[in-house]
Nanobody
Framework: QVQLVESGGGLVQAGGSLRLSCTPS????????WAWFRQAPGKEREFVAA????????GYADSVKGRFTISRDNAKDTLALQMKSLQPEDTAIYYC???????????????WGQGTQVTVSS
């Protein structure tokens, strides 16, 4: 089974930016949707953004819309999440995940990365 590896997390001040990347361990061909989720301490894992294999019409959680941008590089088979205007409430572990269906529900995603920590200080 393919494995996903996230990178790019770190500590940033409020208002700052970070770019997360997700790279699969091998080329992927049967994935319908790539997505980012996040989980803050004591909270459930929540949807952040998703993009279909076509790259058309990505979707975002209302809390990040206008600040985060999800993108796919099909040539390199990588996923990215550009995050701007970060706020302390964005602090969480961020996970990339893949699904064979279009969905925003974590249970519909069968492959997950190990996560990367994003911490936003006020």
């Amino acid at each position: 089974q393919v494995q996903l590896v996230e990178s790019g997390g770190g500590l940033v001040q409020a208002g700052g930016s970070l770019r997360l990347s997700c790279t699969p361990s091998r080329r992927t061909f049967d994935i319908q949707t790539w997505a980012w989720f996040r989980q803050a301490p004591g909270k459930e894992r929540e949807f952040v953004a998703a993009i279909p294999w076509s790259g058309v019409n990505p979707g975002y959680a209302d809390s990040v819309k206008g600040r985060f941008t999800i993108s796919r590089d099909n040539a390199k088979d990588t996923l990215a999440l550009q995050m701007k205007s970060l706020q302390p409430e964005d602090t969480a572990i961020y996970y990339c995940a893949t699904s064979r269906s279009p969905s925003r529900r974590p249970n519909d995603y069968n492959v997950w990365g190990q996560g990367t920590q994003v911490t936003v200080s006020s």
